[in-house]
């Protein structure tokens, strides 16, 4: 899982905008519709990268708005839109490896690994059934390396060693996000050809996986799917303070003021949102088989 | 899913004890060790009733610390224990229908229809393979009527239909509890002989699983496994409130005091808490349908 | 799951027509295409009951050759033919309660289950959110039973509980079936409108779910999965009893001419058969237990 | 999966044990209890490896009877001679890689992934809390690579890239088993310290997952999961031919004189067999879809 507080490339330009004009970025916006936003900044040499603090490359944002009430055609639409996005970013390249990051039965943490499930597999047909795919066709490869703690084994290193011996000209990897902001939550879709860093953020170059680790070009594909409760605590705090005079008055305040903020600060999403531990897959099956036992033991 | 907030008969009658003895109310703590605490509240009259706000009835609660590091022979202890009070109230009944309540896809849902899968069902045994049971065994069967959403059902409805033809003695059911408080999550169990609400909360009585609706005792077991992510901004609120001299430099707080707030809040869970839509399980399958798509579209 | 034995009216039909033409039954044979094929054939009275042994009613199959590389292009084709099939069937009601019978653990078994979970449901947002669908939408509602084993309750009783609750105009039940002919596996979908007998076959129609038992008419949906291995071994009998001059010599046959009786007899199928248990899932869990456990307890 | 053919060098002992004393094995037979039997045969130089064609290696067999109605403590029993016999294979090595071969979406082949699961990995603690595992404890790492068809590259490969890594002393590689031998499945353990050709058998040691390959030594745990539709033909013509005088009058038999037939086939196992596709939880996949679809269009 990616820390996300860095790599809102999108939300960094906003910010520098704010004093002008910049040199060595450029940024393009495409409403596809009133659901769909496309969003791409391009980090164009090294004045760009020291104003944005962003790597050079490409840094695409994908909105979806209301996907809560999405239906099957627009989900459609969505994969359309980043099939053309990744076409655009692999074209120089024949041999993709396509890596599922993160941990399957962790739902939060398991889209990486379920994406690999339903890819269209071909490298080995080459081989195999060279008459099933064409010619020119690009050779997909997939692997889901599994997480530290499932593995014992550093992500890092199980992927530089299939590396070595597949040879892919380019690597996808596909990981689920840590966000800072809610309203990002399962809508929003960031795509970058400057590689990823799984299960961190603080400076922890050690675990990245990019082009200077693996020796080729690394696409990375990431969707926040949580927020830490921390963050949400934090923002409230962060609200109060910027109203204080408002809020001023908390101490005697009613249910409906307590309420108001609360609402102020969970409106962006329109979930249905709820504070669980990550490990909830875990500790679900844990009381399953104590209350199964209980009961079966009790009978 | 229940309403947790008037359900802990425990929190209750500590509140109430502070006012002095109570008539009507029986209650007795039991340290199993220093991992595992049983608490059996016993309101005995409609004195204890008015006093306490709880149906006549019994209220076990089993309180388990550290279970983020539990083993399998604690796991086990703690079955036993269940075991144990489930049979003292059940001792009179022969025929047993357990209920698993909840949605087995959306994990933090699905503990009560798990828990069926487990179980030793042998109601059928009775009369299709009666040597493997002996003559006075109880009859165990079981049932996960799924929720409104997915069946478009009341599940009162689909189990009052069922214990017409079951008949059973009593019934036991199991359900995921929505808690107030986050140092609960997973870490208790409750066991009362007075029924169960599910998905709710504000009065709606019409939902109610219980001797009432169902002509039948019913005993319900609960498990808490979320917190509503606006019960963690309002607790945040709360305590700023409460600290009101302590936190009215907010306004210019530095990046510590914050941190110390958001740990006062965050601090009674030993988990890795995370705020992630309920829907987290059906939003994950959606996102990984787009980004699959969109690569096998794109090569 | 349901034997299949005697529930192809289209073979009845086939063996019948050898013998002339046929009063009381109508039949239509639809080549969609080149891989899909419908029959329909209609018992219209009790003179074609008596000559195809089948009851009054209408039988539907649609047959796909080749699924094993079907795309997804033609499977969205085989469903819009069912939908227009079950569209005819159901057209006069309003009330559609979806039954999904057999064990959702059991992969051959688990077609039933699986096809609720994918439903549009919509009979509660009538009552709750009734601006979502049309004054004159049909109600749709599902349920999956669960089977005699892991519910402990026969499944028509489940059923006629929650039928007299939930007062459905029709009832579509869908299961599995036991097939006799391994050219069928995977590859055919039947539809009538005369019920269906799940779990068995040999005359017991106490666990029919029919007009007869639930009061409303049955729409039955079905899905050979399964042959029993001793169909297999039955057919290579039959086989070698009829070509028995042919295999006089088997005494001292060779290798080849033993592949090609077994050619025979599999040709059928283009699949990759296997024999297993039906029970192969919970098989492989405890095996799992007992290597995952010697390993931990080794290290 | 592994082509089990030429795996059971306990059977291969049988075979050659009938002319005589054989020089360059050993072998010993331990019944634990009437329900657990442990053969090891051991492979001691090029002279019994010539005789009983298998490699200079041990070979150990648990077979465990009625499996079908064990309990969790059998259950336990099995892990724990499991246990007793990787601990004296491991003994040596330090750093131990366990490998699960398979697909674990294809139930019959699904073994080796759920070991992997359920494993207690401990590699990455020695770096991160080396306080929780002991100074001299053995170091688990734990990897399923996927198949072939799933990942587009030689499972081979995969390994041998971690392998270069991790810098295991031992593999432990568990596999699903394609049997001959219905009698045997889900019944049988075999554990062997020459290593494993997964997916094959006729002679490909390409794909070998051994000493030879990997550069340690591979310890190899299998389950024979499934026979082959063909192998249960071959087996009843077998039978017919052995028998041909009792079977000469197949051409007229009864119908008893064929379930005697079947019988003798199917007897050795006590499953419930039956022939179905490998693919089958994609088939069954599929058919849901057709189906839900079906109906939601249909509504």
Known sequence: MLDFRTDMADERLKECEKEGKIEGISSENINVNDKIKVTKVRVLNEQGKEKIGKEVGTYITIEIKEIEVINEEELEKVSK????????????????????????DTTVDSIGPKVIKDLKI???LKKYAPD??????????????????TTGIETQEILKGIVEKVNPDVIIAIDALISRDISRLFKTIQISNTGITPGAGVGNTRKEISRKTMGVPVI????????EAAT????????????????????NATKEDKYRLMKAVLEPSKFNLTVTPKEVDDLVDNMKLI????????I
Chains 1, 2, 3, 4 share one sequence.
Do not use: W
């Not at 390249?93 to 599922?100: A, E, H, M, N, W």
């Not at 010619?135 to 703690?149: D, R």
């Not at 605590?233 to 101490?251: H, P, R, T």
């Open 81 to 104: 839109i980043l099939s053309g996005q990744i076409q655009e970013l692999i074209k120089p390249y024949k041999s993709i490896l396509v890596v599922g990051l993160g941990n399957i």
């Open 232 to 251: 949400i605590v934090a923002d409230s705090i962060e609200l109060i303070a910027n109203q204080f005079e408002e809020f001023a008055q908390l101490k």
């Open 291 to 298: 209350i199964a036992h209980g009961i079966n033991g009790g």
């Open 132 to 149: 099933l795919v064409g010619k020119n066709a690009k050779e997909l490869s997939g692997i889901a390396p599994g997480v530290l703690g």
């Open 122 to 124: 071909t490298r080995h």
């Open 220 to 227: 990375a594909i990431g969707v926040p799917t949580l927020v």
